[in-house]
Nanobody, 121 residues
Framework: QVQLVESGGGLVQAGDSLRLSCAAS????????MGWYRQAPGKQRELVAA???????NYADSVKGRFTISRDNAKNTVYLQMNSLKPEDTAVYYC???????????????WGQGTQVTVSS
């Protein structure tokens, strides 16, 4: 019933920018934290950035100063603005959100399908 759909990935050159979007849809009561994770081949999935409903953010050290996470609560959408991209940013990026459905008193973690970001040198 609830799903997350990412968009905005692609193939870019080092130094370029991309903006990832993730929209949550379905019967949603509330969304607390939303975030972006990434996983490169042979690597563990890592947290890139997260944002709470009140606007508090945190970032991986490797992306501080280059990436900015934001959200539009009215649209149930989280964004990741990625500037000064480096080849080491190449990975599949996954959206994550903790969501309480309207028909349930419990909150659940939901994941998007992933979007590929490839940065060439």
């Amino acid at each position: 019933q609830v799903q997350l759909v990412e968009s905005g990935g692609g193939l870019v050159q080092a130094g370029d920018s991309l903006r990832l979007s993730c929209a949550a849809s379905g019967s949603i009561r509330s969304i607390s934290a939303m975030g972006w994770y990434r996983q490169a081949p042979g690597k563990q999935r890592e947290l890139v950035a997260a944002i709470r409903s009140g606007g508090t953010t945190n970032y991986a050290d490797s992306v501080k100063g280059r990436f900015t996470i934001s959200r539009d609560n009215a649209k149930n959408t989280v964004y990741l603005q990625m500037n000064s991209l480096k080849p080491e940013d190449t990975a599949v990026y996954y959206c994550n959100a903790n969501i309480r459905p309207r028909a349930d008193w419990r909150a659940y973690d939901y994941w998007g399908q992933g979007t590929q970001v490839t940065v060439s040198s």
